[in-house]
């Protein structure tokens, strides 16, 4: 079965430094992965996603995401984190072959300091 | 351009009351979606439908039932509202042809069951 697992309840980090928000996931075909962010009473919002090709993939507001097949893994990551990057990140998968659903992890909230 | 719409925002039911929460999406979808989502567990899907007249059973179904009701609604009912159904709901809404960008979100429902 597929699953998605966020290792880290929260993030906390300097406003200027560098963050990572930590993905790793199980499927048995090729993934779909997927980062979305939740800012306070409102719905999650995409920010970027890995389909096929190249490893690194850039998003919305800096964010960019590296794709590890051997690790399994899908970071998110951004060079300089703001105080408005402050939000509930999900990571989530889907396997093409297996299912058209998405599965989320339990998300990581991140909290960027001035 | 309003995409997925939820009502209400926000509810307060008694135990063993009943209530629908409502779900509309106008960018023409095929699937949709309904989630709770829980402190420390990410969200669980309870119900989704592939596509009009068609609906299946998520991750945690008990308790709920859904109607797709056209292209465009897809409503959550809760027969007789329990204390564990205290929960933010989100209704989303997908299309393979738009896929990689994943899901659109509805901004939520947030239900209190006392």
């Known amino acids: 079965a597929q699953s998605v697992a966020q290792p880290e309840d929260q993030v906390n980090v300097a406003e200027g430094n560098p963050l990572t928000v930590k993905c790793t996931y199980s499927v048995s075909g090729n993934p779909y992965l997927f980062w979305y962010v939740q800012y306070p009473n409102r719905g999650l919002q995409f920010l970027l996603k890995?389909?096929?090709?190249?490893?690194l993939v850039k998003g919305s507001y800096g964010f960019e995401a590296e794709f590890n097949k051997s690790q399994t893994s899908f970071h998110l990551k951004k060079p300089s984190a703001l105080v408005s990057d402050s939000a509930l990140y999900f990571c989530a998968v889907r396997d093409p072959y297996n299912t058209d659903k998405l599965i989320f992890g339990t998300g990581t909230r991140l909290q960027v300091f001035p | 351009n309003a995409g997925v719409t939820q009502t209400p925002k926000f509810q307060v039911l008694k135990t063993g009351q009943s209530m629908t929460l409502q779900c509309a999406q106008d960018m023409n979808h095929n699937s949709m979606y309904w989630y709770r989502q829980d402190p420390g567990m990410g969200l669980r899907l309870i119900y989704y439908?592939?596509?009009?007249?068609?609906?299946d059973k998520g991750e945690v179904p008990n308790g709920y039932n859904v109607s797709r009701l056209n292209k465009r609604e897809f409503s959550l009912r809760l027969e007789s509202a329990a204390p564990s159904q205290t929960s933010v709901y989100f209704c989303?809404?997908?299309?393979?042809?738009?896929?990689?960008?994943?899901?659109?979100f509805g901004s939520g429902t947030r239900l209190t069951v006392v």
């Open positions: 989303a809404s997908s299309e393979e042809e738009s896929y990689p960008y994943g899901y659109t």
């Open positions: 890995y389909i096929t090709g190249d490893n």
């Open positions: 439908s592939a596509s009009e007249g068609t609906t």
